[in-house]
């Protein structure tokens, strides 16, 4: 159980620490789109913004699961 609370952890702080340099590297990006869900749209945001927390959201949860499913072996 400590393995994998360790693990989570650490995964978390990685993927934290991304985001900041993610948030700090699209300050002067002009070149902004909307996503589309369903019937609803958002405001318009940076491009490389939703690329990468779409990747960070990915990376953050298949870690999770991979964790928890190693730790059920």
């Known amino acids: 159980m400590k393995k994998l609370i360790n693990s989570l952890i650490i995964n978390l702080l ?5 985001f900041i340099f993610l948030m700090i590297s699209i300050q ?15 405001v318009e ?3 490389p913004f939703i690329i990468g927390s779409s990747f960070i959201l990915g990376s953050l949860s298949g870690n999770i699961i991979y964790s928890i499913k190693k730790f059920k072996k």
């Open 14 to 18: 990685f993927n934290s620490l991304i």
């Open 28 to 42: 002067n990006s002009n070149n902004k789109h909307k996503i589309y869900f369903f019937t609803q749209d958002t």
């Open 45 to 47: 945001l940076p491009l």
